[in-house]
């Protein structure tokens, strides 16, 4: 089993970039997709993007769609989430997890959740 922990989270004015990491330990990283979520307070999780093993197929909510970038280095057992042009409404624990089965774009799909890494975007 793979264990996430995800840092890079920050206070950022809104406009501003961040770049999250999502550092893996385990040999089997590079089989499994991985996806982003965040959850705001008194909100529930939701989904941010994915991206597939092979790095050849990413999904993403369409509030981020053109602002925040999905990638992944197996090679350094890490994945990476760039987000550009940040909005205040993206202000939210983001989380990494691994896929599991069934749909990319649900939380039920996915296991081996990391602690989160906190967003804040002022306006």
């Known amino acids: 089993q793979v264990q996430l922990v995800e840092s890079g989270g920050g206070l950022v004015q809104a406009g501003g970039s961040l770049r999250l990491s999502c550092a893996a330990s385990g040999r089997t990283f590079s089989r499994y997709a991985l996806g982003w979520f965040r959850q705001a307070p008194g909100k529930e999780r939701e989904f941010v993007p994915a991206?597939?093993?092979?790095?050849?197929?990413?999904y993403y909510a369409d509030s981020v769609k053109g602002r925040f970038t999905i990638s992944r280095d197996n090679a350094k057992n890490t994945a990476y989430l760039q987000m550009n042009s940040l909005k205040p409404e993206d202000t939210a624990v983001y989380y990494c997890?691994?896929?599991?089965?069934?749909?990319?774009?649900?939380?039920?799909?996915?296991?081996?959740w990391g602690q989160g890494t906190q967003v804040t975007v002022s306006s």
């Open positions: 997890a691994a896929h599991i089965s069934g749909s990319v774009t649900t939380p039920r799909g996915f296991g081996s």
């Open positions: 991206i597939t093993w092979s790095t050849s197929n990413t």
